[in-house]
Nanobody
């Protein structure tokens, strides 16, 4: 069983930056794929970025390419989502999710077994 805890959300002006964290407890992220999803009010949850812990492969949604970067800290068993050049349309609750998957990054939420509680990101114009 993996427990995920997100942090780092907040209110930021357009053009600003935030760094979200997803810390795992219960077991390490080794052999897991970790994804970041977001859900804006009235919209479905969507894939934002993903990462395979073992080889560091990444995948990004077109809407965030070049602005968001996913990374990890092995010692802290934590995955980060660095977000720059934020736009009002990035406003959403951001979730991290994990699944045992060594070599691929699922982009559909149904593939993920473990979820955090979410952290709110609000970008003002």
């Amino acid at each position: 069983q993996v427990q995920l805890v997100e942090s780092g959300g907040g209110l930021v002006q357009a053009g600003g930056s935030l760094k979200l964290s997803c810390a795992a407890s219960g077991r390490t992220f080794s052999n897991y794929a970790v994804g970041w999803f977001r859900q804006a009010p009235g919209k479905e949850r969507e894939f934002v970025a993903g990462f395979t812990w073992n080889d560091g492969s990444t995948s990004y949604a077109d809407a965030v390419k070049g602005r968001f970067t996913i990374s990890k800290d092995n010692a802290k068993n934590t995955v980060y989502l660095q977000m720059i050049s934020l736009k009002p349309e990035d406003t959403a609750v951001y979730y991290c999710a994990a699944v045992v998957r060594r070599w691929s990054i699922p982009t559909n939420e149904q593939s993920y077994a473990y979820w955090g509680q979410g952290t709110q990101v609000t970008v003002s114009s």
